[in-house]
Nanobody, 122 residues
Framework: QVQLVESGGGLVQAGGSLRLSCAASGRTISSYAMGWFRQAPGKEREFIAVISKSGSTTTYADSVKGRFTISRDNAKNMMYLQMNSLKPEDTAVYYC???????????????WGQGTQVTVSS
């Protein structure tokens, strides 16, 4: 079992930046691919970014490519999402998740955090 806890969300103006963190416990995250997802009110949860177990490979949704950066520190059992040039449409609850193998599909992930709210004002 892996327990995940997100932090770093908040209210930011459009064009601003936030850095989300995902702290893992229970097991070392080096055995897991890790992803970030988000869910806006009235919408389905959507894929944002995924990072491989070693951190050497990343993939992003087109909507955040070039603005968001996913990273991980396996020694600290942490994952991060640096979000720059934020837009009002980025407003959502952001979740981190883990699974044994690489995937961009929300339904494939086994472990989820409770989420952190990100609100971008115009």
């Amino acid at each position: 079992q892996v327990q995940l806890v997100e932090s770093g969300g908040g209210l930011v103006q459009a064009g601003g930046s936030l850095r989300l963190s995902c702290a893992a416990s229970g097991r070392t995250i080096s055995s897991y691919a890790m992803g970030w997802f988000r869910q806006a009110p009235g919408k389905e949860r959507e894929f944002i970014a995924v990072i491989s177990k070693s951190g050497s490979t990343t993939t992003y949704a087109d909507s955040v490519k070039g603005r968001f950066t996913i990273s991980r520190d396996n020694a600290k059992n942490m994952m991060y999402l640096q979000m720059n040039s934020l837009k009002p449409e980025d407003t959502a609850v952001y979740y981190c998740a883990a699974r044994k193998f690489w995937s961009i599909n929300t339904s494939d992930y086994d472990y989820w955090g409770q989420g952190t709210q990100v609100t971008v004002s115009s």
